[in-house]
């Protein structure tokens, strides 16, 4: 991975909280992803599952999230190799 897509990881797992749930919105953006493919990996496996906050509300937690940014950023490293 190049310099930028480590600064660019280390800017990412920054604009997280410390701790605690985000929404499916932050998630979305901060992967560069759309809501299709995020869903569609979680069924798959891929991506962690959700936390259900109440009947209508999901969400995920933050460590969840940024150990998929570690797991995809060592991937992408890998395979630049």
């Known amino acids: ?3 930028f897509g480590e ?3 280390n800017e990412i797992c920054h604009a997280l909280p410390a701790e605690g749930f985000v ?3 932050v998630v979305i953006k901060i992967l560069g992803i759309g809501k299709t493919t995020w869903w569609s990996g979680i069924r798959k496996g891929r991506f962690p599952k959700a936390v259900k906050l109440g009947p ?3 969400a995920w937690r933050v460590e969840d999230i940024r150990a998929l940014i570690s797991k995809l950023t060592e991937n992408s490293r890998n395979a630049a190799l």
């Open 1 to 3: 991975m190049s310099v």
């Open 7 to 9: 600064v660019m990881n």
């Open 23 to 25: 929404r499916l919105p």
């Open 56 to 58: 209508r509300t999901s």
